[in-house]
């Protein structure tokens, strides 16, 4: 239960796990305050939105009563790590919403041992809950799989984000790889992922080269992402398994696997996978399409 009075005491100490933030409403920035408290919290620390440090004081900013500041809030919950413990209340101070967010101290649990069905079927399902949440349906692929990337974080791997590695696709310096898991610091896979309006054969093609020419160590498995709208995802699927059967890859293409497990018999999200000969050793490319509601 969050003690106001405490909070405010606490506050006025100049307590460097109470931090404030007189305006921000990014779920993704709050997370990020939420997880910087956990860390330097001995006990429980604080996240206050709609108020200003100021010295050894404060002022109350206030939260506009058109904002939804519940909902944000709620957001930002669902990115931060399972571990974390936090809990939050909307509070009327001096005639002016804040929001105050508790934050239990951070816990090192043990990273997860990394199996490569464990991330598919991790990653699948987060592409699911990504799906079926309205806040992504008109959003840009960084916002896509900064969501993917969070839940693969709480799920305990270890994750990076807009990492650079490789050569870009002007084959000059290196790229920026969308999301990489790893495991002490070794690469596990690469996941690229795009937004697509329809089939776009020229900028699908442009992410298929980007995973070959981020992927410098040769993974035993990597995958494409594609976020796409269209009115028909049976036609457009149609087309992709087509391409992907025919394109050109730099190591070559050796079997697709098309079978379908009964768990992910799924109309409206599917996924197929090339398998190449790269180098005398079976490395495979998964491809998972998810429709965008429109």
């Given at each position: 239960?969050?003690?106001?009075?405490?909070?405010?005491?606490?506050?006025?100490?100049?307590?460097?796990?109470?931090?404030?933030?007189?305006?921000?409403?990014?779920?993704?920035?709050?997370?990020?305050?939420?997880?910087?408290?956990?860390?330097?919290?001995?006990?429980?620390?604080?996240?206050?939105?709609?108020?200003?440090?100021?010295?050894?004081?404060?002022?109350?900013?206030?939260?506009?009563?058109?904002?939804?500041?519940?909902?944000?809030?709620?957001?930002?919950?669902?990115?931060?790590?399972?571990?974390?413990?936090?809990?939050?209340?909307?509070?009327?101070?001096?005639?002016?919403?804040?929001?105050?967010?508790?934050?239990?101290?951070?816990?090192?649990?043990?990273?997860?041992?990394?199996?490569?069905?464990?991330?598919?079927?991790?990653?699948?399902?987060?592409?699911?809950?990504?799906?079926?949440?309205?806040?992504?349906?008109?959003?840009?692929?960084?916002?896509?799989?900064?969501?993917?990337?969070?839940?693969?974080?709480?799920?305990?791997?270890?994750?990076?984000?807009?990492?650079?590695?490789?050569?870009?696709a002007s084959g000059i310096s290196s790229g920026e790889v969308d999301i990489?898991?790893?495991?002490?610091?070794?690469?596990?896979?690469?996941?690229?992922?795009?937004?697509?309006?329809?089939?776009?054969?020229?900028?699908?093609?442009?992410?298929?080269?980007?995973?070959?020419?981020?992927?410098?160590?040769?993974?035993?498995?990597?995958?494409?992402?594609?976020?796409?709208?269209?009115?028909?995802?049976?036609?457009?699927?149609?087309?992709?398994?087509?391409?992907?059967?025919?394109?050109?890859?730099?190591?070559?293409?050796?079997?697709?696997?098309?079978?379908?497990?009964?768990?992910?018999?799924?109309?409206?999200?599917?996924?197929?996978?090339?398998?190449?000969?790269?180098?005398?050793?079976?490395?495979?490319?998964?491809?998972?399409?998810?429709?965008?509601?429109?």
């Open positions: 239960m969050i003690n106001i009075k405490e909070v405010l005491e606490r506050l006025s100490n100049g307590a460097d796990d109470v931090i404030c933030r007189e305006y921000e409403l990014r779920p993704q920035i709050i997370a990020e305050l939420i997880e910087n408290v956990a860390k330097i919290t001995k006990e429980y620390g604080y996240v206050l939105i709609g108020v200003e440090k100021k010295g050894n004081g404060y002022n109350i900013i206030g939260i506009d009563a058109m904002i939804d500041i519940e909902h944000i809030v709620n957001l930002a919950l669902q990115r931060i790590a399972l571990y974390l413990q936090a809990e939050y209340i909307v509070h009327s101070l001096e005639g002016k919403r804040i929001c105050v967010i508790g934050v239990g101290c951070y816990v090192d649990n043990e990273v997860k041992n990394v199996t490569q069905e464990e991330v598919f079927n991790d990653l699948f399902n987060a592409c699911i809950k990504l799906q079926k949440n309205t806040t992504f349906i008109n959003v840009s692929e960084d916002q896509r799989n900064d969501f993917v990337r969070d839940i693969l974080e709480t799920r305990g791997y270890q994750v990076k984000d807009q990492t650079r590695q490789g050569k870009s990489l898991i790893h495991q002490d610091g070794n690469p596990i896979s690469i996941i690229e992922a795009l937004n697509l309006n329809g089939f776009e054969k020229a900028y699908l093609d442009e992410h298929i080269e980007k995973v070959y020419k981020y992927d410098i160590t040769g993974n035993k498995i990597n995958y494409l992402i594609s976020y796409v709208k269209t009115k028909n995802f049976g036609k457009f699927w149609e087309k992709y398994v087509v391409h992907i059967r025919n394109y050109g890859y730099p190591y070559n293409l050796v079997a697709i696997d098309d079978k379908v497990e009964k768990e992910y018999d799924y109309t409206d999200i599917r996924y197929i996978c090339t398998i190449h000969n790269r180098n005398g050793k079976k490395t495979t490319l998964i491809h998972i399409c998810l429709k965008i509601m429109e």
